[in-house]
């Protein structure tokens, strides 16, 4: 069997506005980042030293948004993390100044909407960075605060191991690690350590001493299985899905075994030990958040169909990569009446302390 890597290049949330693209459809993030706000005000007033930042850097602040997207959530973060900065400033009676703020994404990402919607108040200057965040992507010592929210769960791969036909962790007819045998689990583990160590490493070049790591993505309690959560219930149906419509005769085997989806939750546990492995930064704050209940007790039909419209705008482009855009719709469409009829099981999941929140500062 030919071995199929997935590289996130082609992974970029679906563009434009319409009514299908990420920038209409990303209100579970959203949720994110507003959960977050709160948090990230409290560290940046108690936490950070602004007016020996700034003075050190000719009076520009500068600020990284790892991960952005389309819009419009970075731009709601990107402004509170500016109001709370100038709280900052204002309370150690320094002069405001000049922000500078860097939106970085995958290159495949649609930086034209991006642009197009970017708020013309003028509060700061604006600039596009393509690239990995696995990889170096800003200049060495030059940003103050780097945020990123609902994007490192995003591995920069499938893990080698669960594609390869010969190998224990081979996933064959599972779309995920949810359920999945144990060399499986360890192999997306292998991978996300990988890939946390390059972000740390990478981070670690780019931000000033002084300087905080902010970041917002997806956790989980340690020793959990993944299969208790609501997204576990979907990767399972999801696998299922692919497995009928194989039995149809509308995709193969192989593009059925050969497909994984590249997302991994960690736990504090997980994320600390690589942060110290690391050595650049001191841990502010680490902990598991509840991202509040996004599916309402009880569940409706409605519910569901919303969870689904938002993971096809967020997770569509992998699909179409792997089997065709012909197929979109029918997958989530079959999906969604699967789901729709596992609205008790989803209900009873573990919905509680499933977002990791966790600010370093750089040594
Ligand atoms: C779910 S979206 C979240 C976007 C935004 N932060 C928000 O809260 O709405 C995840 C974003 O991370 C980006 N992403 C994933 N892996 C990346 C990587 N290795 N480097 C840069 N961006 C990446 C994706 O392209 C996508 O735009």
């Known amino acids: 069997?030919?071995?199929?890597?997935?590289?996130?290049?082609?992974?970029?949330?679906?563009?434009?506005?319409?009514?299908?693209?990420?920038?209409?459809?990303?209100?579970?993030?959203?949720?994110?980042t507003s959960l977050l706000k709160e948090a990230i005000d409290k560290l940046i007033?108690?936490?950070?030293d602004a007016k020996t930042l700034i003075s050190g850097s000719n009076n520009t602040f500068r600020i990284a948004d790892l991960g952005c997207a389309t819009g419009p959530n970075t731009f709601f973060l990107v402004d509170d993390i500016i109001r709370s900065v100038e709280t900052n400033l204002r309370r150690s009676k320094s002069t405001k100044p000049e922000f500078l703020v860097y939106f970085n994404d995958l290159p495949e990402n649609d930086f034209n909407t991006l642009f197009t919607s970017l708020p013309r108040d003028g509060s700061y200057f604006a600039v596009g960075v393509p690239g990995s965040f696995y990889g170096h992507v800003l200049?060495?010592?030059?940003?103050?605060i780097v945020v990123t929210v609902a994007a490192t769960h995003w591995l920069s791969s499938v893990p080698k191991d669960v594609v390869d036909k010969s190998s224990k962790a081979w996933n064959k007819g599972k779309v995920h690690y949810s359920n999945a045998a144990?060399?499986?689990?360890?192999?997306?583990?292998?991978?996300?350590?990988?890939?946390?160590?390059?972000?740390?490493e990478a981070r670690a070049?780019?931000?000033?001493?002084?300087?905080?790591?902010?970041?917002?993505?997806?956790?989980?309690?340690?020793?959990?299985?993944?299969?208790?959560?609501?997204?576990?219930?979907m990767y399972t149906s999801m696998a299922e899905v692919l497995i009928q419509m194989q039995s149809k005769g509308l995709i193969t085997e192989e593009q059925v075994d050969t497909f994984n989806i590249p997302i991994y939750s960690p736990s504090p546990e997980e994320v600390t030990f690589l942060v110290e492995k690391n050595g650049?930064?001191?841990?502010?704050?680490?902990?598991?958040?509840?991202?509040?209940?996004?599916l309402k007790r009880p569940m409706n039909v409605e519910?569901?169909?919303q969870w689904m419209v938002c993971i096809k705008a967020t997770m569509g482009s992998l699909f179409i990569n792997h089997f065709g855009d012909h197929v979109l719709d029918e997958i989530f469409d079959r999906l969604t009446v699967k789901l729709v009829g596992l609205t008790e099981k989803i209900e009873s999941s573990y919905r509680e302390k499933l977002m990791m929140f966790f600010a370093l500062k750089r040594k």
């Open 182 to 200: 144990k060399e499986v689990v360890k192999a997306y583990e292998n991978q996300f350590g990988r890939d946390m160590g390059k972000f740390l």
């Open 1 to 32: 069997m030919k071995k199929v890597e997935i590289v996130l290049s082609s992974l970029p949330m679906s563009g434009g506005d319409g009514p299908n693209s990420y920038s209409k459809n990303s209100h579970l993030q959203r949720r994110t």
């Open 280 to 294: 650049c930064f001191t841990i502010e704050s680490m902990e598991l958040m509840n991202p509040a209940a996004w």
């Open 205 to 233: 070049k780019e931000l000033v001493s002084g300087g905080l790591l902010v970041v917002g993505m997806c956790g989980i309690p340690k020793g959990m299985p993944f299969s208790n959560l609501a997204d576990g219930i």
């Open 139 to 144: 200049p060495r010592s030059s940003v103050h």
């Open 303 to 305: 519910d569901v169909r």
């Open 45 to 48: 007033i108690e936490k950070l």
